[in-house]
């Protein structure tokens, strides 16, 4: 017959249990501390490199870019810290910047482009309107600040569609996954056109369905409608080629 531990094995168990757990909070308090004293050390030098960098990060785009991706490791957002030494870099204010602008030149355009337009047109416009004094502006520069006016709701958004293409949003309310969905296959397309049996082939969807998200887009202003084609060609203004 198997004897069962007595209570003085239990009490020991219990109490080298709780040795271990102690001793398991101090090797995580000491593994917090150390990567806290490693942070800040990240920090500083982060903050000496800005410094010694300010002309740099203000003036060229992809030095701006990779000084971002370093400051999103260690959770600093110099757009946001107005305060301290991230003031310095005045970085928030050039952002705002753009910001305005971008939205200047969106409702500037929407008769044209009923709403949504290319990420590249976008840089185009407001580089001209920026004038030959101001420093040139890069997508990365006119994502950012684009993402920083969620603030004011769903009147400006980044939409993604198709590999490395991007569409500003600048009317309010959401699209909807079906209409996000059509845009794409317009994305892929030369002269930003689809007709009613190319979506159908596309996405395979029935006949309906393709019918119903494209009055709905016709109806919101975003595409052109050429009845004079064999089959009517919905064109996305906002996709239409522009010259270099």
Known sequence: MRRRPGIGAIQKQKLEAGKFKDKGNE??????????????????NLEEF???HKSEIKKNAQFRRQFQEMCATIGVDP???????????GMGDFYYEVAI???EVCLAANDD????I????LKKRLNASRGANKQPVSKDDILTATKKLKIFGNGFKVLP????????????GELSLDTTSVLNVAAAEAQGCVTLQMIIEKLQWTEFRVKQVLDKIVGDGLVWVDLQA?????YFPSLFPRAA
Do not use: C, H
């Not at 757009?79 to 870099?89: E, N, R, T, Y």
């Not at 482009?113 to 949504?116: E, R």
């Not at 290319?118 to 047109?121: A, K, P, Q």
């Open 27 to 44: 090797i995580q308090e000491s593994q917090f501390e150390q990567m806290s004293r490693q942070m800040e050390v990240f920090r500083t």
């Open 50 to 52: 800005a410094l010694n």
């Open 79 to 89: 757009l946001v810290s107005g305060k301290g030494f991230w003031s310095i870099l």
């Open 101 to 103: 602008q971008v939205i």
């Open 113 to 116: 482009t009923g709403g949504l």
């Open 118 to 121: 290319e990420l590249d047109d």
């Open 161 to 172: 569609v198709g590999p490395s293409k991007y569409m500003i949003q600048s009317v309010p």
């Open 230 to 234: 064999p089959a009517a060609a919905y």
